[in-house]
């Protein structure tokens, strides 16, 4: 396959980009969630050795690379990648591979099946355009393992509180346990209560599972789902749009919402987050929530 200079943004669109060195790509592969089966790698090794120099580069995202493989031999690589069940991947402006944590399947902490989520997500936008790159992230809980406040999406599971009066012995461990100091003690006439703000509450589950008397419950479970967020040469944190969105149905509602809204109104090479600040949070929030009602 003799890639000419003309069709170096076509073959980029697939996850074929060109190296400093003339005439060499990497080629960029698709592990949705980082799973690969034991199949897919050795078919990926095949390639790396008959193509390339017999190496692969894990990348922040998940993702493996195979370097150095020439122009020529580009068609032959990617055909025994297809027949050995392994995708290529993404680049350019347009939506990237999901990354995911292992979640509720094998963590103890996750609060959802993380790669389910991040497998619908892929079969709806993977390779989408978009103005600019667009990455989405799954993460089971709020340890924040794949990092949803540095995506352009970023689903986070989520728990809210609830306190058992009848349980609680008082012992004011949860006080110092909560990482953002959202729990409080109040005397009352009757003894006292515990509460905890929402408005500071990252809906972790430390309290949940750290309460040795279980006074400390699971009140609503689901989703924090977060936007805008960017790293690279001007980073941004993601902005918060909805907290413990307990649907799927709704999750995936506000993030077709929230793409489309990106689509209509960034501009080209605008990364989201960077037109959310263009443009305004509240009304983004705005518009990407009142769509969903």
């Known amino acids: 396959m003799q890639v000419e200079e003309s069709f170096v943004a076509p073959v980029s669109k697939v996850g074929m980009m060109g190296q400093k060195q003339p005439g060499y790509y990497v080629l960029r592969l698709k592990a949705v969630a980082g799973d690969l089966t034991v199949s897919q790698l050795s078919c990926i ?9 017999g190496m692969v580069h894990l990348s922040t995202r998940q993702g493996v690379e195979i370097h150095y493989v020439h122009r020529d031999n580009l068609e032959s690589a990617e055909l025994e990648l297809l027949q050995g069940g392994v995708e290529l991947g993404s680049c ?13 399947e094998t963590c103890r ?6 790669k389910k989520i991040a497998r619908e997500l892929d079969a709806k936008y993977f390779k989408q355009d978009t103005p600019s790159k667009f990455k989405m992230s799954v993460t089971g809980c709020a340890n924040n393992c794949t990092k949803a ?7 986070r599971g989520a728990i809210e509180p609830k306190w058992l009066p009848s349980a609680c012995s008082d012992c004011g461990l949860c006080i110092s346990l909560c990482p953002v100091k959202a729990i409080d003690r109040h005397p009352t006439k009757d003894g006292y209560i515990y509460t ?4 500071k509450c ?5 309290c949940t599972s750290n309460c040795s008397d279980k006074a400390w419950d699971v009140g609503r479970k689901g989703y924090t789902l977060f936007i805008g967020g960017t790293m690279g040469r001007v980073p941004r ?12 149905d709704e999750l995936f509602l506000l993030v077709e919402n929230a793409v489309a809204f990106y689509r209509e109104n960034g501009q080209k090479k605008e990364r989201f987050g960077h037109m959310i600040d263009r443009i305004g949070l509240d009304r983004v929030k705005k518009e990407i929530l009142g769509k969903a009602l």
């Open 237 to 248: 944190f993601a902005s918060i749009l909805k907290k413990v969105i307990e649907s799927e």
């Open 109 to 114: 902490m996750g609060v959802f099946d993380t």
């Open 202 to 206: 990252i809906n972790c589950n430390i």
């Open 149 to 155: 406040n540095e995506n352009d999406i970023g689903v």
């Open 92 to 104: 350019g402006p347009r939506v990237r591979v999901i990354v995911g944590c292992p979640g509720a």
């Open 196 to 199: 905890s703000a929402e408005e």
């Open 45 to 53: 090794a095949s390639v790396a050795e008959q193509y390339g120099r």
